[in-house]
């Protein structure tokens, strides 16, 4: 069992699927909407219950934020064509077992860190 909640605690999730492709994402939005990079996992939609009331961000015309409209912990990430769902790995109680694979959009890292954990790297995805 994977569990996590917000930083209020007034949102909190928990799924009992295996979560997957921990990474860590360097776009502009998730560096801007968590302060710098937003480590995730996905599970299945329909693997994540969710307690609470979570505000949907359209960040784009393909996918949505979630996040708790109380203390605005940026929790979850959803593409609108996908049957999983992304959540914050900041976000969830120790202990994780999970493991960074790689990472992501680092074309759009900022310029103040180097990236130096030799864990691959994708430009773009």
């Known amino acids: 069992m994977t569990n996590g909640h917000c930083l209020c605690g007034a949102v909190t999730f928990e799924t009992t699927a295996e979560p997957q492709g921990a990474c ?18 996905y599970v299945p939609k329909d693997a994540l219950r969710i307690t609470g009331d979570v505000r949907w961000y359209a960040a784009s015309a393909d996918a949505k934020r979630g ?12 593409a609108d064509a996908e049957d999983t769902i992304s959540f914050a790995l900041g976000a969830i109680d120790n202990p994780t077992g999970l493991k960074m694979t ?6 759009d890292k900022g310029d103040y860190y180097d990236i130096s954990d030799g864990l691959p790297q994708d430009a773009h995805s």
């Open 102 to 107: 790689r990472h992501i959009f680092v074309a």
């Open 24 to 41: 860590a994402c360097h776009c502009g939005q998730c560096r801007r909407q968590s302060g710098h990079v937003w480590a995730s996992a």
């Open 67 to 78: 996040f708790c409209p109380t203390c605005g912990s940026f929790l979850f990430w959803a």
